[in-house]
């Protein structure tokens, strides 16, 4: 059952990845076609500008997602030893360098991961985590965030959201011009003079108001399907799945976290603000009942 919900949350992963680069194909297509009726060179465009900017989001990911958070980096064991031990523990078992620990001064009980890979990794946890978890269910969730770092799942997120800013700032771009240049385009070749010209621009225009949409599912998607992989992911290191249903239901009954930036919700163990529906297509993590069923069955 472990290795089966493994495999397929990986498989499910390509395939929303995959749906992610052709958004940008198709609204690269969408801006160059409505604005310069080149297709090809809108395309050209959104693959520039979406490598520029996950180039940029993943060397500093850390860095801007800690400082949004509020996290110091603790350097010393002796700040907060069972905390460094597990973190220890885990990578030890995880194979993976020892990622940097931060703390969020914030009474509500969550943690996440970021970095770019297992070697610029971190993981942080709110000091209502530690005030209201045991170790067991410290170790779960500890063990859940070493297991994204493992599964790259931290590289996953910074590159959808990148891809996702990118499509909504394609959209933005496409649709301004339109409006300034009131749609003026070349219209001599054969495809505007039967009429196909005008249903390509009428589609060109829809894709790039509805584009930023389906980006937003997509990334959703992605980041509820990581959160089921590394729930996983995490009994296959402790080999005890009570641990992280308990932290699961204490987290989940908690309070809104007051210092959580809401760009970096998905990242949480458990959305921070609490204010998403169950098992929307914009929830960014899957329903907690549904994550203790999986559990239980493991």
């Known amino acids: 059952m472990l290795h089966q919900q493994i495999e397929e949350n990986k498989r ?3 395939l929303v990845m995959f749906a992610f680069f052709v958004l940008v194909a198709l609204i690269g297509a969408a801006v160059g076609y409505a604005n310069w009726n080149n297709a090809v060179m809108g395309i050209v465009l959104a693959a520039v500008f979406a490598l520029i900017y996950m180039a940029l989001m993943i060397f500093n990911s850390t860095k801007i997602v800690m400082g949004l958070n509020k996290g110091r980096e603790i350097t010393s064991k002796e700040d907060y030893p069972m905390l460094w031990n597990i973190v220890e523990e885990l990578s030890l078992v995880a194979r993976i360098p020892m990622p940097k620990i931060y703390i ?23 000091t ?3 005030e ?6 410290l170790e779960g969730v500890m063990a859940h965030e070493v297991s994204h770092i493992r599964n790259y799942d931290i590289r996953l997120s910074t590159i959808a959201l ?7 700032l394609l959209a933005s771009i496409g649709t301004r011009m339109l409006w300034f240049t009131g749609g003026s385009r070349r219209s001599s070749n ?9 249903i390509l621009m009428v589609l060109s225009i829809l894709f790039m108001i509805l584009a930023p949409l389906a980006a937003t599912m997509a990334q959703m998607a992605l980041s509820r399907n990581r959160e089921y992989l590394a729930d996983a992911s995490a009994v ?12 699961l239901r204490k987290i989940s009954a908690s309070e809104p976290m007051k210092s959580a930036d809401p760009t970096s919700a998905a990242l949480y163990i458990e959305n921070p603000l609490k204010k998403e529906s169950k098992d929307s297509l914009f929830a960014t993590h899957p329903a ?9 069955k493991m």
């Open 12 to 14: 499910k992963t390509i």
């Open 104 to 126: 969020i001064d914030d009474p509500s009980p969550n943690a996440f991961a970021a970095g770019n890979s297992p070697e610029n990794a971190s993981v942080a946890c709110t």
């Open 128 to 130: 209502g985590i530690l």
């Open 132 to 137: 209201k978890l045991n170790r067991e269910e």
């Open 162 to 168: 990148a891809l996702a800013a990118v499509i909504a």
């Open 190 to 198: 054969d495809n505007d003079k039967s009429g196909g010209g005008a």
């Open 236 to 247: 296959e290191l402790t080999r005890n799945p009570q641990g992280l249903i308990s932290a």
């Open 288 to 296: 907690t009942e549904k994550r203790i069923e999986r559990l239980e």
